[in-house]
C-alpha cells in the first residue's frame, strides 16, 4: 500500500528556516517524480517545488533561491530545505509522488509569524 509521510513542520519567524521531508513507501520511489505543495485558507493548492527521478528539480517564483529540494533514492525520502520564510508560506505543505498513479501525503502545517 502506497504512503507518504511528511514532517518537520512547525511554527517560525519570518526570516527563519524549516526543514520537511517526506518518506515514501509502497511506490517505486525511484521512478518518481516527486514534489512539494502547498494549500494556504482560501486558496488552490500549489506547486512549490518538484524533482524529477534523475534530479532536475522546478521551483515556483514565489520561492525560487529561498527553497531547495533534494531526493535520496537509497532512503525514498524526498526534503524541502526552506530559508528565508515569509508569513505567506504559511500553508499545509503536501508531499506528492507521480509516475502515472499519483499519491499524495496527510499534509503538515507550515505557520510563519511576522
Known amino acids: 500500500q502506497a504512503q507518504l509521510v511528511e514532517s518537520g513542520g512547525g511554527l517560525v519567524q519570518a526570516g527563519g528556516s524549516l526543514r520537511l521531508s517526506c518518506t515514501a513507501s509502497?511506490?517505486?520511489?525511484?521512478?518518481?517524480?516527486m514534489g512539494w505543495y502547498r494549500q494556504a485558507p482560501g486558496k488552490q493548492r500549489e506547486l512549490v517545488a518538484a524533482?524529477?527521478?534523475?534530479?532536475?528539480?522546478n521551483y515556483a517564483d514565489s520561492v525560487r533561491g529561498r527553497f531547495t529540494i533534494s531526493r535520496d533514492n537509497a532512503e525514498n525520502t524526498v526534503v524541502l530545505q526552506m530559508n528565508g520564510l515569509k508569513p505567506e508560506d504559511t500553508a499545509v505543505y503536501y508531499c506528492?509522488?507521480?509516475?502515472?498513479?499519483?499519491?499524495w501525503g496527510p499534509g503538515t502545517q507550515v505557520t510563519v509569524s511576522s
Open positions: 506528492n509522488a507521480r509516475y502515472g498513479p499519483i499519491y
Open positions: 509502497g511506490i517505486i520511489f525511484r521512478v518518481a517524480t
Open positions: 524533482i524529477t527521478s534523475d534530479s532536475n528539480a
